[in-house]
């Protein structure tokens, strides 16, 4: 917020004494309020919108004066549901989408709070903050999988150090709601201390029934983004919850949502939100949030609709409205500027009284954030010819980029490299300090992948996967050489590879690079039998306890349903 000093500046500028920074003259923009086109003048101060109207300023020496004739404005998109960590950092994805008109994210903070703890995450919080973006983060209750510690990383003290926080504005999401349902006593703390705090709760309910909905709303769930049908957005919203709708790399749900709703001439639209839901980078090659405006437009949807489910319905929600989604005095000088309204990439972009793009050029960088503040991925033990022992009878057989069902296997396991007419392929979790490890198979990720290694996981452990275990081992001596990525290794030469020095997890290089490089990966795994839609999804959630049905996890090989384990996890 602005302080006392700040504020006497921003009076000083209605007052007629001091000149606004820029004021924008021959303004068209969208006011969330009316829901309609107003023309006016809008004097900005800083970062803040200190007046929005007909008049024009007393004092105007030294201001920079934009005439937006011709032009649109509507406020900066919020993406409501991000997950800033898919193989991007949460600076490099909002640099991307920032040039695109997405300037304000509400952020999952799950990395950052099982790799770094409160203390240096909230460092590299507060670094961000001070870029020209608006950042906002969830606090999260689960680890989304079976950790050998869960309850000494996920303990009341630090999850409630981040709902002390005034930029945490959501708990959740909601992976372990079962555990809520049977009653367990610390994810009701949390859920408890969440709504204390005046946090929103969010759902993650895949296919839930009506009664799983009310039951888990009478548990303090306030809203929930996992809707693929349009049944499935009505039954949200007649129990009372926000519905926020998905266009994903792996759930690209949107078009058929919004159809749908049309047809059904649901005038819900004022209860409506959009996301990306994390995707992964090269889904945004075309987009952010734009990218969702642009498919409620081509959907039919009426442009102050789109655009207010992606700002004003968002700022509202959480309780964010008096800074952002509305151009209006006291807000974030956040705008963006169209063509036209039926284009919603912006020509210039405007965030938080900064220019990130001026007649659709891109402004120079900002002052970056510290990555050292991350533990480097430094591997201090190597694999040897014992660590590739396969023997157990069940495996793992993939379903689609992301559901996985137990199966036995039948195959040899013994020899060092198995055969190309058959799906099936060598799997190992090893932990990232070499204490364990966990060997299956996975059948259904391709037929002639010879090794890959990859230390982007959903506990930051290390995948293997592969037909060869030389070339699994290669792929790990790369991997551990590059000091974290994903590696592909063929005939002993490296096939492709994503470098991810920040802790292994995540790439330090411009989106515009790590889209380029993450496609030529794809590209290569479907050139080796990956017949599924999302290849990083699949790393991401083989630990993922969330969905069904079995999953490689810190304790071993779990089965979901039955909660237990199928294969323990063997020491090192």
């Known amino acids: 917020m602005w302080d006392q000093h700040e504020i006497q500046r921003q009076l000083g500028v209605i007052n007629g004494k001091v000149a606004p920074d820029l004021i924008i003259q021959n303004a068209t923009y969208l006011h969330s309020i009316f829901k309609k086109w107003v023309t006016g003048n809008i004097w900005i101060k800083e970062d803040r919108i200190v007046y929005a109207g007909g008049r024009m300023p007393a004092m105007t020496e030294g201001s920079e004066i934009v005439d937006a004739t011709g032009k649109k404005i509507v406020p900066g998109y919020i993406e409501p549901h991000v997950h800033p960590f898919q193989l991007y950092n949460p600076e490099t994805f909002a640099d991307y989408a920032g040039r695109l008109g997405t300037t304000t994210f509400l952020s999952d903070n799950l990395t950052f709070f099982m790799l770094l703890g409160n203390e240096k995450s909230f460092k590299l919080i507060d670094q961000l903050n001070e870029l020209p973006f608006s950042f906002y983060w969830w606090a999260r209750f689960d680890s989304q999988t079976v950790l050998q510690n869960e309850t000494d990383v996920f303990n009341q003290e630090a999850i409630g150090e981040w709902l002390k926080r005034d930029d945490v504005l959501m708990g959740g999401e909601l992976t372990g709601w079962p555990r809520l349902l049977k009653g367990d006593p610390d994810l009701m703390a949390s859920v408890l201390a969440a709504k204390q705090a005046g946090k929103k709760i969010e759902g993650h309910f895949p296919g839930a029934s009506e009664r799983t909905l009310a039951r888990m709303k009478l548990l303090g769930t306030d809203g929930d983004h996992e809707a693929m049908t349009t049944e499935e957005v009505e039954a949200r919203l007649l129990q009372g919850y926000a519905a926020t709708l998905r266009h994903s790399s792996i759930r690209p749900d949107l078009p058929a949502l919004l159809k749908g709703i049309l047809d059904k001439e649901l005038d819900v639209f004022d209860h409506l939100m959009m996301t990306t839901d994390g995707s992964t980078p090269s889904f945004h090659i075309d987009g952010v949030i734009d990218k969702c405006i642009q498919v409620a437009l081509d959907a039919g949807i009426k442009p102050v609709d789109a655009y207010l489910m992606a700002s004003y319905n968002v700022a509202r929600y959480y309780g964010i409205d008096d800074k952002h989604g509305i151009i209006a005095t006291g807000r974030y000088a956040t705008l963006n500027f169209l063509e036209d309204e039926l284009n919603p990439v912006p020509t210039d972009v405007l965030s938080k009284g900064k220019w990130l793009k001026r007649e659709n050029a891109p402004t120079a960088p900002f002052k970056q954030v510290d990555w050292s503040l991350v533990p480097s991925f430094e591997l201090d033990f190597d694999l040897d010819e014992m660590d590739f022992d396969f023997k157990e009878t069940v495996g793992i057989t993939m379903v689609n980029d992301v559901i996985t069902k137990p199966y036995e296997v039948t195959i040899d396991l013994s020899a060092d490299k198995l055969s190309n ?152």
């Open 421 to 572: 007419e058959h799906d099936e392929s060598f799997l190992m979790l090893i932990d990232r300090n070499g204490k364990w490890r966990v060997n299956t198979v996975i059948k259904g990720f391709a037929n002639h992948v010879q090794g890959f290694a990859s230390s982007y996981s959903n506990t930051g452990d290390i995948i293997l996967i592969g037909k060869d275990k030389q070339a699994m081992m290669l792929a790990f001596d790369e991997m551990k050489r590059m000091k974290g990525g994903m590696v592909l290794v063929e005939d002993g030469d490296i096939a492709a590879s994503i470098p991810l020095p920040i802790g292994g997890g995540l790439s330090a290089e411009r989106m515009d690079v790590l889209i380029d490089r993450e496609i030529i990966l794809k590209k290569a795994l479907a050139e080796r039998g990956y017949k599924h839609g999302d290849a990083v999804y699949t790393f991401l959630f083989l630990q993922s306890t969330h969905l069904p049905y079995v999953r490689a996890t810190q304790i071993g090989l779990y089965e979901v349903m039955k909660n237990e384990v199928i294969i323990p996890a063997t020491g090192r």
